[in-house]
């Protein structure tokens, strides 16, 4: 009975030591900074935290997220109208561990609209019977969520702070 009891404090000391490493990594490359954002959006980008710090340890960046409202706090003479305009917006902010290189974005936070993705590649049809190849572009559509944006914001950032902009 002793014993029982004696593996399952443990137990529970570990899952403590475990679950406290991991939220000590994800802390170290993303952070959320304003709780007060736009809707559902905290929570989704509280949720995605562990697959954005995994890219960001990958890449060696680290990632700074902040309601847009505050790059207007202290100044009195900002216009109601552009205050209006970044209620639905968060700044992301992505810094390269290595150099200190940081590169921003204001992003949208509305998790209930869909964002619009547009891509175009070269594809090569051959023609054997005349020996030649003929080059057309292939475009490609989709809608993106709330989420998928802000990964593909942060991607763009990412490529930007370490100078790679190859794909």
């Given amino acids: 009975m002793k014993i029982q009891k004696i593996y399952t404090t443990l137990q ?8 406290i490493r991991r939220e000590a990594k994800i802390d170290k490359y993303i952070k959320i900074h304003d ?13 995605a935290r562990e697959t954005i710090a995994n890219y960001a340890e990958k890449k060696g960046i680290t990632v700074d997220i902040y309601d847009a409202r505050k790059l207007l706090e202290g100044d009195e003479n900002v216009s109601p109208i552009i205050e209006e305009q970044l209620s ?13 290189k940081s590169k921003a974005k204001i992003v949208s936070a509305n998790t209930d609209k869909n964002f619009p993705k547009v891509a175009t590649a070269p594809i090569i049809i051959p023609i054997p019977k005349d020996n030649t190849d003929i080059v057309r572009t292939t475009i490609r559509q989709t809608n993106d969520s709330f989420i998928r944006n802000l990964f593909r914001n942060i991607e ?3 490529k930007i702070v370490t100078g790679k902009n190859t794909k």
Avoid at 12 to 19: E, F, I, P, R, T
């Fill in 12 to 19: 529970d000391k570990l899952a403590k030591k475990n679950l």
């Fill in 35 to 47: 709780t007060a954002t736009y809707g559902d959006s905290f929570n989704q980008m509280y949720n």
């Fill in 88 to 100: 639905d917006k968060i700044n992301v902010v992505v810094t390269n561990l290595l150099n200190g």
């Fill in 156 to 158: 763009s950032l990412t």
